[in-house]
């Protein structure tokens, strides 16, 4: 809470664990790294933590807590991402929410005939595009994984296709450094080179060590890349609770945290002070069916824990929000995402997917489902920006003017202030009569129409000039 003028300001905060449990939190993570380590089998990376005194041996690493807790330092506090343009949009610090998609889903659900099918490249366009076209999303993700293309070089053609499509920040995923270095080409190109990448970002990458402690020599070279190239770098793990992390919800936090901050560690000694963002995918493994479940309530519980030890440290931190394991829009999928951004927003989990396409336990992309979230993602932005409290707010005038038994429609006051109520295109408040002469039209077709009437949104055009070498680094691609 602070001062600013006369108003007074407070954001509404949840807390799910005290300082003395992210301290045991913390200490506990550095357990795990110097007693237990990690399985790393990349030369290069066994040199580097070896050389920074790490004990190596054969395929474990284990990795002192004053290295873990010297990387932490020199990692950068706050990460600055922007548009194509060069337009700052999303500062990654201390609590602060931005909210985008989900990433690399296989199924699409198309919005007018609800028939699933695979995700293909003309689905990108699509997808991008929505993203471009929703307020409630601050930046992008590489949504599907383009079911029509060469699969050596699909990676590449789906992140140029949500490049060209939708001009907020990119977080993309990959095979390996060869598909980073040419989607890096491809940002420096739209940005206008290395000195303006430089000063704001407009892509991140996204990686994933394996649950529970392994690291495979592809994601290696892709962390020491994005470390060399200064590219912005998401480690973010996905220990599923009773599967591959413990059962218990601490154990499973302290797991994921070992392993996000040992991918910081290497990071940090390929380049100290580049860009890192900590994180993970922390849920559960459903005993009854066995999935690994993106509606479960642990698992904004387990995000909103490790966004408190992003805070604790101060790194930029990837949550997770907004996803279903629903297989249509329907009641259990937007109670599942309404719960878990409001939940997200509260703790200041930094940059948030799955606000938007990840169902049927992040195997379908669905428009509505993006539209139906971005609905619930500005309420809940609405939500955080508390309540001002000025001499103005405060309406101690107004009141006395009306007085008992009066009314404000009339009132200056009023007209000043009551757009900066929430009104909603997708939720209807008409009394039973007027919503029945309106059409009597249920919440699924009131989505279905504002969601094929949002398709229709393209960004600004790329020239033909940046086409024409999208194309040719396109064609160069192996």
Same mark, same amino acid.
């Given at each position: 809470m602070g001062m600013h003028t006369d108003e007074l300001y407070f954001k509404p905060r949840l807390q799910v664990i005290n300082q003395d449990q992210m301290g045991q939190i913390h200490m506990a993570t550095l357990d795990v790294l110097e007693h237990t380590g990690i399985k790393l089998t990349h030369p290069r990376a066994q040199a580097l933590l070896s050389g920074a005194g790490? /004990?190596?041996?054969?395929? /474990?690493? /284990?990795i002192p807590s004053w290295m873990v807790e010297q990387a932490i330092r020199q990692a950068p506090k706050r990460i600055v991402l922007g548009r194509r343009t060069g337009e700052r949009t999303v500062i990654l610090e201390r609590d602060k929410s931005w909210f985008g998609p989900s990433l690399d889903c296989i199924d699409y659900m198309d919005p007018a005939t609800h028939q699933r099918s695979r995700f293909e490249s003309r689905h990108v366009e699509v997808t991008a595009a929505l993203c471009d076209a929703l307020p409630g999303f601050d930046w992008c993700m590489t949504i599907g994984m383009a079911d029509d293309v060469p699969a050596d070089t699909a990676d590449r053609i789906v992140? /140029?296709?949500?490049?060209?499509?939708c001009e907020k920040p990119l977080v993309f995923c990959c095979k390996d450094t060869n598909s980073v270095a040419d989607i890096y080409e491809m940002a420096l190109l739209l940005c206008g080179g290395k000195d303006n990448f430089e000063k704001t970002p407009c892509i991140v990458h996204y990686s994933e060590p394996i649950s529970p402690l392994v690291y495979y020599d592809p994601a290696v070279d892709k962390i020491l890349f994005c470390a060399e190239k200064g590219i912005p770098l998401i480690n973010f793990p996905a220990p599923q609770a009773c599967g591959t992390a413990p059962a218990t919800f601490a154990g499973t936090i302290v797991q994921a945290s070992a392993e996000s901050l040992s991918g910081l560690v290497m990071h940090q000694l390929a380049n100290p002070g580049a860009p890192f963002i900590y994180g993970a995918f922390t849920t559960i493994m459903d005993m009854k069916t066995s999935i690994f479940s993106y509606g479960a309530i642990?698992? &904004?519980l387990m995000t909103a824990a490790l966004a408190q030890m992003a805070q604790h440290y101060q790194l930029p931190f990837f949550g997770t929000a907004g996803a279903t394991d629903a297989k249509f829009c329907d009641a259990q999928a937007g109670a599942e995402a309404a719960f878990q951004c409001l939940s997200a927003a509260a703790a200041g989990s930094g940059l948030v997917h799955d606000c938007s396409s990840w169902m049927d336990h992040g195997n379908l992309v669905s428009p509505e489902f993006m539209v139906l979230v971005n609905d619930i993602?500005? &309420? #809940?932005?609405?939500y955080m920006e508390g309540i001002a409290v000025t001499q103005e707010t405060l309406a101690l005038d107004i009141i006395d003017? #009306?007085?008992p038994g009066g009314h404000y429609l009339r009132e200056k006051h009023t007209m000043d202030h009551f757009r900066k109520i929430k009104y909603s295109d997708l939720f209807e408040r008409q009394i039973h009569e007027k919503w029945k002469n309106n059409g009597a039209r249920k919440l699924e077709q009131r989505l279905q129409e504002?969601?094929?009437?949002k398709m229709k949104h393209r960004p600004a055009p790329l020239s033909e000039a940046i086409i024409k070498e999208l194309d040719r680094m396109q064609a160069a691609w192996k």
């Open positions: 790490a /004990r190596v041996e054969k395929d /474990r690493v /284990r992140a /140029r296709k949500t490049l060209q499509f642990e698992l &904004s993602v500005t &309420s #809940v932005k609405h003017k #009306v007085g504002l969601t094929l009437e």
